[in-house]
């Protein structure tokens, strides 16, 4: 299925998701189940046989970065995540100097199972604190309090976590610019490696998108572009770069396991809904927990899609997906690669840098500012489109050539 790896200077991420919470938060469309805590057990059993059956595929790579994700993977167990990363060292090439990430809400951790899980290995956090205002909190049903998310950091620097990050989200029911303002204070006094700040987004089929549409109002895109703008210059003065769209933290800290997905490089996933880029292939499981064991344990059906990803497609990606990043594009690593022509794209990227949308550094590479993240989709589907004409009127001219040829 997988056929020889793929991967740039034999480095390999591995992700590993944790489909169980306590509760699901109001806003929450990711694959994660409340209340299936029964299941644990087999669920575990299913990820061990899948990671051995699958470090055959991965013999010549050097793993550098693994993610545990969900869901709430501190909901899981310490015995069991130790017990994963176990199962890891063992049948794959793990790096000495490899990112191993938890995410971890703060009413599911203790300084004891921080202290196991940083004893194991582990070596960076990922604490979901989200607001620091209970009503916020509440707001939306996440299951802590800010007591417990203070606490949660208190506890990880206790058990020797060096690396930290926190997630927060700005639009919350509720917000106010005042209150976002006291959240990010809030966070710089937890004195964080990483901070990762999202828009709240309503997903079709949350309960908040069902209080939405009942009429329930949130803070709208203008207000939204002013909380991002000032988080951006606030956190680059307290020496926070940006480094994606979302993403900052001090030099040295940027998340080498999520940079995997921006930079194109191959990793493989683990668990229901899970996705990978490897062996020149993408491809995911099964979204159904259940239906993931069976598969696994018992030989049924296992993955949901599978594509080989054609040249022009991994062009489009490079756009779509660097565009993201402060390091943005350049002309020559584009050309090389992709073997397509860049004009069109800088062309339109002058337009956007006399907008104030994007610049272009010294050393020749383009990126987005501030303004032009708010913006950025519409952005990008403008050079996907430009660059699927360059590529068609590149195609003109080599066809009718071998239609003359053949004359």
Not at 6 to 28: N, Q, T, V, W
Not at 30 to 37: K, N, T, V, W
Not at 370 to 398: T, Y
Request: one cysteine or more; charged letters at 25%; proline letters at 4%.
């Amino acid at each position: 299925m997988f056929g020889k790896p793929k991967a740039a200077g034999g480095k390999l991420g591995i992700y590993i998701h944790i489909p169980f919470c306590r509760s699901k938060c109001d806003y929450c469309d990711f694959y994660s189940l409340a209340g299936q805590e029964d299941k644990m057990d087999s669920y575990q059993k299913a990820l061990l046989a899948h990671l051995k059956e699958t470090a055959f595929a991965a013999r010549d790579c050097s793993i550098d970065t693994i993610y545990f994700g969900g869901g709430t993977p501190s909901c899981y167990g310490e015995k069991r995540l130790r017990g994963l990363l176990a199962a890891i060292k063992k049948y794959y090439q793990v790096s000495k100097d490899g990112e191993i990430t938890l995410e971890a809400n703060p009413d599911s951790v203790d300084f004891k199972s921080l202290k196991l899980l940083r004893r194991a290995g582990f070596n960076r956090i990922s604490i979901g604190l989200q607001s620091a205002r209970q009503r916020e909190l509440d707001a939306v049903h996440r299951p802590h309090t800010v007591e417990q998310g203070d606490e949660a950091v208190a506890a990880a620097r206790k058990a020797g976590f060096a690396n930290l990050s926190l997630d927060l989200i700005y639009g919350l029911p509720g917000q106010t610019i005042s209150s976002w303002q006291d959240t990010v204070e809030h966070a710089l006094a937890l004195e964080p490696d990483h901070l990762s700040c999202y828009g709240l987004k309503v997903e079709e089929g949350t309960p908040l998108a069902a209080r939405v549409a009942q009429g329930e109002r949130l803070l709208n895109d203008d207000a939204q572009a002013t909380l991002y703008l000032w988080t951006v210059s606030r956190l680059a003065k307290a020496g926070y770069g940006q480094y994606e769209i979302s993403n900052f933290a001090k030099p040295g800290f940027a998340s080498r396991h999520n940079l995997r997905y921006w930079l194109t490089q191959p990793y493989i996933g683990f668990g229901p809904g899970a996705h990978s880029d490897f062996g020149g292939r993408r491809y995911s499981w099964l979204r159904d927990l259940d239906g993931y064991i069976k598969g696994v344990l018992e030989g049924g059906k296992l993955l949901d899609t599978e594509d080989l990803i054609p040249q022009e497609e991994r062009g489009s990606e490079y756009l779509m997906l660097r565009l993201r990043t402060a390091k943005g594009i350049e002309e020559w690593e584009y050309r090389g690669t992709y073997f397509m022509d860049f004009g069109p794209i800088e062309e339109r990227l002058r337009l956007f840098e006399g907008q104030g949308w994007a610049e272009k550094t010294a050393e020749g590479r383009w990126h987005f500012t501030p303004k032009g993240f708010l913006v950025s989709n519409q952005l990008i589907a403008d050079l996907l489109e430009r660059q699927e004409h360059a590529r068609l009127s590149d195609l003109l001219p080599r066809a009718q050539a071998r239609f003359q040829g053949r004359k």
